[in-house]
């Protein structure tokens, strides 16, 4: 390990691939992360005690069915994935009769567009899906990307914004979500049965920017009328509801990997044709062409580490690799640029000189350091390693060398 700009070497977690740069992870005086301590939380709960918490959410569903007025039992925030085929899976075999909704935010892969299209087949549910118009989603992700660094936050804003919205405006008493954040970063313990709020999805899904940082900025020009579907209910309006959102995690073992497997075999689910360029798995983030691609990139340019880190922190606890299998991947994967890059340049019209020029004022001084006008960070799997060349202003470039 090297010393990053006069500080202490990069440490990464002896148990998985996660750096202690990683959003929202700690780490013990052991060398293991957060993440990998509130895994092994997760794994104490015994048979029983998962038995336990089934009944609690059968008792949730047996007030659903006693009380509830609505037409719609549940809405399931759905994007067509893995996970939304689960949590539909689940809310069906109970009897419940859930309304879906999606926010399309004009990035679907076709293998993610035939898996979200084909649910209210297979689970005889109605389907909401709301799309902005591709003007205001262009503007967005320019927004988004020059704001924090992040295209893809009109995503986060519609899928935890859209389904609270309509469960308040059709009078509808719980949105069910499907792994809570614990699941990443290690930030709760398993007792805490979190639920969806308010705080979640500013604070965590949309790194502390709403709605109203969007408009009326020079040369972008969306309005209010532009972002209606991206307004969270007030307080009152929730409450007068009763709107509570759930996450099945809590409630049931979550595997992705058997997931996977059981809507593969029940519902004919696709995995992507083809692999992903930043990531080995084939069956994750399919809704959206950018998010195992420039989305995830840009992760790597802040913090320096990807997609294939995140998979493989959990493939790792969860027993599908070894470590050094994980860390292999790594090495492959969280460094590539991705092809989609050229597409989102296109799709927004921005110059590959101008993505950079800001991106790099997004790179975090504890990963990164400058040598010869290039990037160097450290890595997990030995020494450091040059990367891309640097495109910030002289003055900027003080700030890593």
Known sequence: MVKINNKKPMRYCKGCTYPEIAVNVSFDKNGYSSTY????????????AWMK????FENIVKKIKKNNKSNYDCIIAVSGGKDSYYQT????????KPLLVTYNGNNYLSTGWH???RMRQVFDADHLILGPSQDSLIKLNLLGFNKMGDMNWHNHCGILTLPIQLAVKFKIPYVIYGEPFWDISGMYKPEDFIE???KVRLEHGMRGFDWSDMIGKKNFDLSEKDLQWAKYPTDEEITKVGVRGLYIGNYFKWDPNKHKDLIIKKYKWKSSPTP???TYRRFSNLDDRYENGSHDYLKFIKFGYGRATDHSSKDILTGYISREKGIEYVKKHDHVIPSDLNHWLKYVGMKKEDFYKKADTFRSNKVWWIEKNHWYK???WGKPKKYEKVFLSRKLQKYYE
């Open 37 to 48: 301590n509130t895994f092994h939380s997760w794994e104490t709960i015994s048979n029983k």
């Open 53 to 56: 918490r089934k009944k609690v």
């Open 89 to 96: 899976h689940v809310i069906k075999e109970y009897g419940l």
């Open 115 to 117: 898996n979200l299209n």
């Open 196 to 198: 969806f709020t308010q």
């Open 276 to 278: 992903f360029e930043r």
């Open 378 to 380: 450290d890595n997990i």
